[in-house]
């Protein structure tokens, strides 16, 4: 069976360098624990010896103080002298061969099994520290061993390449080393990013309590720890009560410092490690590394309570091959099921596209039709926010409080990308509503207008099952000084305030994705409007021109009409009969009227044309459309009542007038109350300046409201109400398009009438 070794972190190799003020087991207590370095430990564990050799000429530099008890030669004799005593000539050169073919760094190799002092060793080396390290590990009883190692072995394996899913993978998974090693208690752990971690599937003797499900504070594993368990797939300690036995002498003659022990077996452990497990009521133990890329992901931890358990050393490479499959098919299983639910993204993606492409408005796309944008990422409600405009979905904060959020995001974050799963933690005030949205995913596309997609999730009251009181990881014992880790275990209910469940990376990717393929959709929506915009200006263009020129040519045939008819009309005067006279007076009336109506369409196709863009104060053009109608107010005593407050505006000054003339004169013309008046002002709403010419004349039908922008629209007789031909609103429509606004009026027949307009946001406030 091939050994593979975990690749080591990076950041988390262990170094030999022993820096002054180093933590060594000497000196360690609750207050430095994190920064001990485990791998010196200056001692091993009892069931086995451990002796240092020079590769060079095999000449012994340590030995472990256990050497008389177990191999018959006392320690201190040892250093210094030669393999020979300890092994036979004939296994030294087995050694030999074997350092020559397959003995790396790190990863100790069996060498082979021996009868020494009348007990059964399995003998181990490794290369560490610049030096050779052989381990004598006494073989455990008999019975321990598992019969059809292989088979066993084959028959899990297949067995776990039939789970279904990850949690039902890692159930097998726990369940099978229990079958190879018989240990009370096997439990796979899981770290969560913060260092802590969680009980996520066990496997136990009947009558053990569970600790399924149960989380534990990233105190409970310390730093160092990590980083042997990212270096050895698997560490075992047969007898937690087992008595440290010291080297001798105590530092590695080669290096002058304590022996850097990171792959050795029988390494001494930690004393807070072993008062952990002592307060868990366990005896003995071996924990195996989960990685995943390279990076521990987990653990597989076995305990036995009753009574010390050694495993035997070909049970522990079985159980290790074990954890290296377990890791490599549990990566796959994760990242398969990160898949699927990406998968599942995409196509709601897809869908979701389509809804926005179909709605003439983005946000409408997002949230109306299922499956909407909280369905995309799971998530309790979504929000859309395009130019301040709010549109939500599922359950989402109230307009007010995600304005508030965007405001924040806005001016505080600059990510296109933001995720919390606490947003209280960063915007305070946003717990008053942490049960709509404790945690959020905020998209931002532009920066300038403030367009967000945002993700909301609740606050998950979590009920977290600690193993322990995670502020206080720590007691004093009962004398008082030592501080010891923790012995309670009963369990402790810690609620997560104001937090969500975390968003995955698999999430914010999808996010990126998803902001991507929307500006796409923008700029192509963009483009196609560029062009439709391009196409209808020409067409207007043309139709204007159009006008114009059927307009002018009518001029000149119709100005020789009216003459020639004024002349029949006034050289036979007394000689046409009153028939005649009376047909020639209207075609001159006619001939008139048509010239009105040809001016008012030469009048109606200038103002196609592009218009000049400057700041333009509307109180000025309204004191000068009223000076310019003075005598006709004058005349009809109309009381007219001008806002002080009128905004200065971009656009064009000439047209501008005209649409304050016309509406003037129209609001004068259509009115026959006994005290005519009219009032001009402008109001605000949802931050637009919408402005106003009012009269409590005749008023319109409500019928007739959109009729009356068409040109050549009368709604009377020709001369009734002083005449005219009907282009006039529709000229102040046409100033008012070019001007990006709008023109409405509200009106009833007798209740005087109020036209309303607008214009674009930009023409308002890019002034
Ligand atoms: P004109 O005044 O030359 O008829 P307009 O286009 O200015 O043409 O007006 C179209 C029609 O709308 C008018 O004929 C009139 O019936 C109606 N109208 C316009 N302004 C008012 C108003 N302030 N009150 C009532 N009716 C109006």
Same mark, same amino acid.
């Given at each position: 069976?091939?050994?593979?070794?975990?690749?080591?972190?990076?950041?988390?190799?262990?170094?030999?360098?022993?820096?002054?003020?180093?933590?060594?087991?000497?000196?360690?207590?609750?207050?430095?624990?994190?920064?001990?370095?485990?791998?010196?430990?200056?001692?091993?564990?009892?069931?086995?010896?451990?002796?240092?050799?020079?590769?060079?000429?095999?000449?012994?530099?340590?030995?472990?103080?256990?050497?008389?008890?177990?191999?018959?030669?006392? /320690? $201190?004799?040892? %250093?210094?002298?030669? +393999? &020979?005593?300890?092994? #036979?000539?004939?296994?030294?050169?087995? =050694?030999?061969? @074997?350092?020559?073919?397959?003995? /790396? $760094?790190?990863? %100790?190799?069996?060498? +082979? &099994?021996?009868?020494? #002092?009348?007990?059964?060793?399995?003998? =181990?080396?490794? @290369?560490?520290?610049?030096?050779?390290?052989?381990?004598?590990?006494?073989?455990?009883?008999?019975?321990?061993?598992?019969?059809?190692?292989?088979?066993? =072995?084959?028959?899990?394996?297949?067995?776990?390449?039939?789970?279904?899913?990850?949690?039902?993978?890692?159930?097998?998974?726990?369940?099978?080393?229990?079958?190879?090693?018989?240990?009370?208690?096997?439990?796979?752990?899981?770290?969560?990013?913060?260092?802590?971690?969680?009980?996520?599937?066990?496997?136990?003797?009947?009558?053990?309590?569970?600790?399924?499900?149960?989380?534990?504070?990233?105190?409970?594993?310390?730093?160092?720890?990590?980083?042997?368990?990212?270096?050895?797939?698997?560490?075992?300690?047969?007898?937690?009560?087992?008595?440290?036995?010291?080297?001798?002498?105590?530092?590695?003659?080669?290096?002058?410092?304590?022996?850097?022990?990171?792959?050795?077996?029988?390494?001494?452990?930690?004393?807070?490690?072993?008062?952990?497990?002592?307060?868990?009521?366990?005896?003995?133990?071996?924990?195996?590394?989960?990685?995943?890329?390279?990076?521990?992901?987990?653990?597989?931890?076995?305990?036995?309570?009753?009574?010390?358990?050694?495993?035997?050393?070909?049970?522990?490479?079985?159980?290790?091959?074990?954890?290296?499959?377990?890791?490599?098919?549990?990566?796959?299983?994760?990242?398969?099921?990160?898949?699927?639910?990406?998968?599942?993204?995409?196509?709601?993606?897809?869908?979701?596209?389509?809804?926005?492409?179909?709605?003439?408005?983005?946000?409408?796309?997002?949230?109306?039709?299922?499956?909407?944008?909280?369905?995309?990422?799971?998530?309790?409600?979504?929000?859309?926010?395009?130019?301040?405009?709010?549109?939500?979905?599922?359950?989402?904060?109230?307009?007010?409080?995600?304005?508030?959020?965007?405001?924040?995001?806005?001016?505080?974050?600059?990510?296109?990308?933001?995720?919390?799963?606490?947003?209280?933690?960063?915007?305070?005030?946003?717990?008053?509503?942490?049960?709509?949205?404790?945690?959020?995913?905020?998209?931002?596309?532009?920066?300038?207008?403030?367009?967000?997609?945002?993700?909301?999730?609740?606050?998950?009251?979590?009920?977290?099952?600690?193993?322990?009181?995670?502020?206080?990881?720590?007691?004093?014992?009962?004398?008082?000084?030592?501080?010891?880790?923790?012995?309670?275990?009963?369990?402790?209910?810690?609620?997560?305030?104001?937090?969500?469940?975390?968003?995955?990376?698999?999430?914010?990717?999808?996010?990126?994705?998803?902001?991507?393929?929307?500006?796409?959709?923008?700029?192509?929506?963009?483009?196609?409007?560029?062009?439709?915009?391009?196409?209808?200006?020409?067409?207007?263009?043309?139709?204007?021109?159009?006008?114009?020129?059927?307009?002018?040519?009518?001029?000149?045939?119709?100005?020789?009409?009216?003459?020639?008819?004024?002349?029949?009309?006034?050289?036979?005067?007394?000689?046409?009969?009153?028939?005649?006279?009376?047909?020639?007076?209207?075609?001159?009336?006619?001939?008139?009227?048509?010239?009105?109506?040809?001016?008012?369409?030469?009048?109606?196709?200038?103002?196609?044309?592009?218009?000049?863009?400057?700041?333009?104060?509307?109180?000025?053009?309204?004191?000068?459309?009223?000076?310019?109608?003075?005598?006709?107010?004058?005349?009809?005593?109309?009381?007219?009542?001008?806002?002080?407050?009128?905004?200065?505006?971009?656009?064009?000054?000439?047209?501008?007038?005209?649409?304050?003339?016309?509406?003037?004169?129209?609001?004068?013309?259509?009115?026959?109350?006994?005290?005519?008046?009219?009032?001009?002002?402008?109001?605000?709403?949802?931050?637009?300046?919408?402005?106003?010419?009012?009269?409590?004349?005749?008023?319109?039908?409500?019928?007739?409201?959109?009729?009356?922008?068409?040109?050549?629209?009368?709604?009377?007789?020709?001369?009734?109400?002083?005449?005219?031909?009907?282009?006039?609103?529709?000229?102040?429509?046409?100033?008012?398009?070019?001007?990006?606004?709008?023109?409405?009026?509200?009106?009833?027949?007798?209740?005087?009438?109020?036209?309303?307009?607008?214009?674009?946001?930009?023409?308002?406030?890019?002034?």
């Amino acid at each position: 069976m091939r050994r593979v070794k975990p690749q080591p972190m990076p950041e988390n190799r262990v170094t030999n360098a022993q820096p002054e003020g180093m933590i060594t087991s000497k000196h360690v207590d609750l207050s430095n624990c994190d920064r001990e370095e485990i791998q010196y430990p200056g001692s091993i564990q009892a069931h086995g010896a451990m002796v240092v050799v020079r590769e060079l000429d095999l000449r012994i530099l340590q030995a472990s103080a256990n050497t008389l008890d177990l191999l018959g030669v006392g /320690a $201190e004799t040892l %250093p210094g002298g030669e +393999l &020979r005593a300890l092994l #036979a000539e004939g296994d030294i050169e087995t =050694l030999q061969r @074997r350092l020559a073919a397959d003995v /790396a $760094e790190g990863a %100790p190799v069996h060498i +082979l &099994r021996r009868q020494i #002092a009348g007990r059964e060793f399995d003998l =181990l080396v490794h @290369r560490s520290d610049g030096v050779l390290i052989l381990e004598f590990e006494l073989r455990p009883a008999a019975d321990s061993a598992v019969a059809d190692l292989y088979s066993d =072995l084959r028959f899990s394996v297949m067995k776990l390449e039939t789970a279904a899913n990850l949690q039902s993978f890692l159930d097998l998974a726990v369940r099978h080393v229990r079958r190879f090693t018989g240990f009370d208690r096997v439990m796979a752990y899981k770290f969560m990013e913060d260092g802590s971690g969680w009980v996520c599937a066990e496997a136990l003797r009947d009558g053990l309590e569970s600790f399924l499900g149960l989380h534990y504070p990233p105190s409970d594993i310390p730093a160092p720890a990590r980083r042997l368990y990212s270096l050895t797939w698997l560490r075992h300690q047969p007898d937690i009560g087992y008595r440290p036995v010291r080297m001798i002498p105590e530092d590695n003659p080669q290096t002058g410092k304590a022996l850097d022990m990171s792959y050795a077996l029988l390494r001494s452990v930690s004393v807070m490690y072993v008062d952990y497990l002592k307060n868990m009521g366990t005896q003995s133990s071996m924990v195996m590394t989960l990685m995943k890329e390279g990076k521990v992901w987990g653990l597989m931890a076995c305990h036995h309570h009753a009574e010390p358990k050694h495993v035997p050393y070909e049970v522990r490479v079985a159980c290790e091959f074990l954890a290296h499959t377990v890791s490599l098919q549990m990566a796959a299983r994760e990242d398969a099921e990160h898949y699927e639910y990406r998968m599942k993204m995409q196509a709601t993606q897809t869908t979701l596209l389509g809804s926005v492409a179909r709605h003439a408005d983005f946000a409408s796309g997002f949230v109306k039709d299922a499956p909407t944008l909280a369905d995309f990422i799971n998530s309790s409600g979504a929000a859309c926010v395009v130019n301040g405009a709010v549109s939500t979905t599922g359950m989402a904060p109230t307009v007010a409080q995600i304005a508030y959020v965007v405001k924040w995001l806005s001016s505080q974050v600059s990510d296109t990308v933001f995720a919390t799963d606490c947003l209280s933690a960063h915007l305070p005030g946003a717990a008053a509503f942490a049960d709509r949205c404790a945690g959020l995913l905020a998209l931002r596309f532009s920066k300038a207008a403030g367009d967000f997609l945002l993700w909301f999730r609740p606050e998950v009251v979590q009920t977290v099952n600690w193993a322990g009181d995670p502020s206080k990881p720590v007691e004093t014992s009962d004398d008082g000084k030592s501080l010891r880790p923790r012995n309670s275990f009963a369990l402790w209910k810690e609620l997560v305030r104001l937090k969500s469940r975390p968003w995955s990376s698999v999430e914010l990717e999808a996010a990126k994705g998803l902001r991507a393929a929307v500006l796409e959709l923008v700029l192509e929506r963009a483009e196609k409007l560029g062009k439709l915009y391009e196409d209808l200006e020409l067409s207007h263009a043309e139709l204007d021109s159009f006008a114009h020129v059927a307009a002018h040519d009518l001029k000149e045939p119709l100005r020789g009409i009216h003459t020639y008819a004024q002349i029949l009309l006034e050289e036979n005067k007394g000689q046409l009969d009153a028939d005649v006279v009376s047909k020639l007076t209207t075609m001159i009336r006619l001939s008139k009227r048509m010239d009105e109506l040809i001016n008012s369409l030469l009048v109606y196709s200038r103002m196609g044309r592009m218009i000049a863009q400057t700041a333009v104060n509307l109180s000025e053009i309204v004191a000068e459309a009223v000076d310019s109608l003075q005598m006709r107010i004058g005349e009809e005593k109309v009381e007219v009542r001008i806002a002080a407050d009128l905004p200065v505006v971009r656009g064009d000054r000439e047209r501008l007038l005209e649409v304050y003339t016309n509406l003037i004169l129209n609001a004068i013309k259509y009115n026959d109350s006994a005290e005519k008046k009219i009032e001009i002002g402008c109001r605000e709403r949802a931050g637009t300046s919408i402005l106003f010419v009012k009269d409590n004349g005749i008023g319109i039908d409500p019928r007739h409201h959109e009729k009356i922008f068409q040109i050549f629209q009368r709604l009377h007789g020709k001369s009734d109400y002083g005449g005219g031909t009907g282009a006039g609103l529709a000229i102040v429509k046409k100033i008012i398009d070019r001007h990006g606004g709008r023109i409405w009026v509200e009106s009833e027949a007798g209740k005087g009438a109020s036209f309303y307009f607008t214009f674009s946001a930009a023409a308002t406030t890019a002034i």
